[in-house]
């Protein structure tokens, strides 16, 4: 009699203890749940570059004659100064010996001219001869003086021109392709330069922006001017050709002045600095930009489902029935997904086992 009163009273029990089956009688699959929250997150949006160096020059001769000697090698790096180049230079030392020789011409008939003037004024005083050939020695002096001050003007120009002869590096930094040799006819008239000479301290990198983008940015930072939103815009980074990040950050530095009327974009340059010359004029990549977005929606791609170009959620009813619901996106952050709508602030999803799950299916949720 006692064991058939254990029996029944432990029955009673049993049919009170809560059940993990489902109300279709099957066992309830227990999965995590995310439980979704706006948050404030910082987002990186990606641009194409084209780097240049600080200081770009092309090295282009200033007098015509032949090559006679090449200082340097391609790819060698050059300081202010350094000599490049070097012109044939024996006509520019016969015009220079020439002016000097045209001007101790003229001084020697300054002197003469001198003379004369000196020789008249005497004569004049002591009423021997008229005033007129007095001015008119007097004339010729003033053209003897303005002669001297012509031939030593030709004289400095034919010392310039046999200091062209030495082309010299104008600024420190690296030679680029050098298309002319030895014996080669050069002249100021060349389209083509000598060399192109590159300062790459520090390198510009060069993007465009969307006018969407560029909107955002001016909404997303405060200032009063444009200046004062570019000083608060953080460091942006540089993605390499061949996937890696550069060591050193950058910071923007000019926005262009007007929108480019065929693309609809705007040209921003952004600074890096480059103390091992690792970038180069010509070197491409990938500007990470940053931008602050508030009250977002984050969902881990691996908590969705991809059906036939859509993306989908399994979101829990407030009886804990899986539905699919179909999300937009707006972008990606490393491994969650931005949601632009589809889903809002208290949502329940399912975090994994998505594809065990079948719409309706009654779960229990694990935190």
Do not use: W
Not at 7 to 20: A, D, E, G, R
Not at 81 to 95: A, H, M, N, T, Y
Not at 297 to 303: D, E, G, K, N
């Amino acid at each position: 009699m006692k064991h058939m009163v254990f029996i029944v009273i432990m029955s009673i029990l049993y049919s009170c203890t809560p059940s993990n089956k489902s109300p279709e009688g099957g066992q309830r699959k227990r999965i995590p749940v995310i439980t979704l929250k706006e948050e404030q997150i910082a987002l990186n949006t990606e641009y194409p570059t084209r780097i240049e160096g600080k200081v770009n020059v092309d090295i282009r001769p200033q007098v015509e004659g032949y090559i006679k000697k090449i200082f340097v090698e391609e790819g060698a790096f050059v300081k202010a100064g350094q000599p490049l180049f070097k012109i044939d230079d024996r006509s520019f030392v016969e015009q220079m010996n020439t002016a000097k020789a045209n001007l101790n011409s003229a001084k020697a008939t300054l002197k003469n001219a001198k003379l004369e003037v000196d020789k008249y004024t005497l004569l004049s005083d002591n009423k021997v001869t008229s005033d007129f050939q007095l001015r008119s020695a007097t004339t010729q002096y003033e053209i003897a003086q303005a002669n001297v001050a012509q031939q030593k003007a030709a004289l400095e120009n034919a010392k310039i021109n046999l200091e062209f002869s030495l082309v010299k590096s104008p600024i420190s930094g690296f030679i680029g392709r050098i298309p002319k040799r030895i014996g080669n006819l050069v002249s100021k008239t060349d389209t083509q330069p000598l060399t192109t000479l590159s300062d790459i301290s520090e390198v510009y990198a060069y993007f465009s922006m969307t006018e969407k983008d560029f909107l955002q940015f001016n909404t997303q930072y405060s200032g009063k001017n444009l200046a004062d939103k570019i000083s608060k815009v953080s460091q942006v980074s540089l993605t390499l050709a061949d996937g890696n990040t550069y060591p050193y950050h950058g910071k923007i530095q000019m926005i262009n002045g007007e929108f480019d009327k065929n693309t609809g974009s705007i040209s921003i340059r952004a600074v890096f600095k480059n103390p091992q010359d690792l970038l180069r004029t010509g070197n491409t990549g990938r500007i990470i930009f940053p931008r602050l977005v508030k009250r977002v929606l984050r969902v881990p791609v691996l908590s969705t489902l991809d059906i036939q170009d859509k993306i989908f959620v399994l979101r829990l009813d407030k009886d804990n029935k899986a539905q699919r619901v179909a999300i937009n996106i707006s972008d990606k952050q490393g491994d969650y997904y931005i949601v632009k709508s589809g889903l809002k602030q208290g949502d329940r999803i399912l975090s994994q086992q998505l594809e065990t799950v079948v719409e309706g299916e009654q779960i229990q949720p694990l935190k």
